[in-house]
């Protein structure tokens, strides 16, 4: 389910309506209703933040237990990053001790102690230093101030496993005591796909060079092609290997059905949407999927 918000595109995956029908059919609809307001109100002092800065929102995605904003990153910068991402655990904090001080002026003092342990359980989440929660984050941006991309991503990496095995090691601890924390169990899988697609991703180094060869195919200077023949089984980063400095490039990828040609451009894509580890069996599959 797509739709846009103030330019912002809203994708609401599959598995976070089914989670929603779920919760309904459980009788959980209050905690459900408690859950998106506390959200909501998460992610909108992201986006406050972020448009205050300058930086569009290109989406938010929202997922079975929680949403991920993405931002323009030719506008973000390491402070901006900080900014925004702590803006969201800031907010949760603040409205969970706005209710605290004034919950004895409020009625039903139950849904407002679910509400303040709901926004206080965001708010801690999210300060973990694991991908992509906000206190990853701002883990990430300061890492890139003293390490080199890579190792920065390594180290984000190496965190985000280290968290999500002690969120996994904690729920089994709660199951061994009557307690069924399902949400310590599920998100650690989301957490290390996440990180590990951002760990495969291309260095800035790469897509710079991947912009810098796509503006000279589509200016005419490399006019001339080559073809070379490469197995299925090689990766995207051996492929932009055998690129020439001023020839067009074509791919002959030998699978055990025959080959398959990939041009250059295609390549050049694939390095920075599936990074150049990717293999080109793998990427000839996703491209094929995607036609």
Known sequence: MRFSLGGTEIKITPGAVLFSAFCIAAGETEALLLAAVSLALHEAAHAIAARNLGIPVARLTVYPFGAVMRLDTLFLSGQGERIVSAAGPIASLTFAALLMLSKTFLPDGVRIERLIGTNLVIAILNLLPAYPLDGGRIFRSFLQRTARERTARTLLLLFTALTASGMVGACIWLFMRGVYAWTLFVIPPFLMASAFTEWRMPDAGTVSRVMQRKASIRGGTAEKA??????????????????????????????????????????????????????????????????
């Open 226 to 291: 080559q073809i070379v023949v490469i197995s299925e089984d090689a990766s995207v980063k051996e492929a932009l290997a055998s690129f020439s400095g001023s020839k067009f490039t074509i791919l002959r990828v030998l699978r055990s059905s025959g080959f398959t040609e990939l041009t250059e451009t295609e390549i050049l894509d694939a390095a920075a949407k599936f990074g150049a580890c990717a293999s080109l069996k793998s990427v000839i599959l996703r491209l094929t999927d995607g036609k």
